[in-house]
């Protein structure tokens, strides 16, 4: 179970997008992190930022109701389509683009996003690409903040057993239910089995199933990553904004200059 391949672009994303959509969509979660995000951006007095992984536009649409000039990426197109009709609909002016994180090449920003796990989806070697790409789309001085599951946490007693979660939600007249539970291979792989039921009114049940693996780092790896391609750490914290704590934070949100 455990010889997974880890690194190839996620297709659920475009196959299950409308889940991923439901699951996070204004989920307290979501506003928590988008709230962090947005006070390291005052912190640093970011005005242009970049959306890495800006799936479909949680981070975008935060920021850009509170002014700062946004451009989102994405790789997969079932989440540009969700974030573009988004847009539609609150007509907001935004153009998305598809782009890998590890290649595409926007422009200079003051500040470049990859939010909820993104960088897990990449290889090692993918992610220190990635951050010699995120280091040319930024100016002198220019910041990249992302978020991790730390791996600390995950390995401890029976953390593990948190991570797992089911969710109930609403689409319409359809109901979403999501059920995931993980397991972490010795290399630090989180392999998480995810089942997704859909029924519309008394319809037909669809059943839906994937599995995710995400690549989790320790805050000491990190550093040690960012530094070895150009960049100096200015902070780890935890998602809320609160001090980071080897064993007590699940999701290590790291800023680092350029
Ligand atoms: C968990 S979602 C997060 C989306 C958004 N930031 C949010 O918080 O809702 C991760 C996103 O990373 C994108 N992604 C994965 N690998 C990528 C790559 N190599 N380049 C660009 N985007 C990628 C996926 O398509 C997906 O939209």
């Not at 519309?200 to 989790?216: A, F, H, M, Y």
Request: proline content about 1%; hydrophobic content about 35%.
């Amino acid at each position: 179970m455990t010889n997974i391949r880890h690194g190839k672009i996620p297709d659920w994303y475009n196959k299950d997008s409308k889940y991923e959509e439901a699951i996070n969509e204004d989920s307290p979660n979501s506003r928590t992190t988008n709230r962090t995000i947005e006070k390291i951006l005052k912190k640093y007095k970011v005005k242009t930022v970049l959306d890495l992984t800006c799936g479909t536009g949680s981070q975008v649409f935060w920021l850009l109701k509170r002014g700062y000039q946004v451009t989102g990426s994405d790789i997969s197109r079932g989440m540009l389509k969700i974030a573009e009709k988004k847009a539609k609909k609150e007509k907001i002016n935004i153009k998305f683009l598809r782009g890998d994180m590890r290649t595409i090449n926007v422009g200079k920003f003051d500040a470049a996003i990859t939010i909820f796990n993104a960088i897990g989806h990449l290889t090692k070697a993918g992610f220190e690409k990635t951050m010699r790409n995120i280091h040319s789309n930024l100016h002198d001085g220019g910041i990249y903040i992302f978020d991790i599951l730390n791996l600390s946490y995950a390995q401890d007693g029976d953390n593990i057993k948190k991570l797992s979660y089911e969710i109930i939600k609403t689409l319409g007249k359809t109901k979403i239910r999501t059920i995931q539970h993980s397991i972490i291979n010795n290399e630090g792989i989180l392999i998480s089995y995810t089942t997704h039921y859909e029924q519309e009114d008394s319809g037909k049940l669809k059943t839906s199933k994937n599995v995710i693996t995400l690549q989790l780092y320790t805050a000491k790896e990190l550093k040690a990553m960012l530094v070895r391609n150009g960049f100096k750490v200015l902070g780890q914290y935890a998602i809320d904004g609160s001090k980071f704590s080897k064993k007590k934070t699940e999701r290590i949100v790291t800023v680092a200059k350029k």
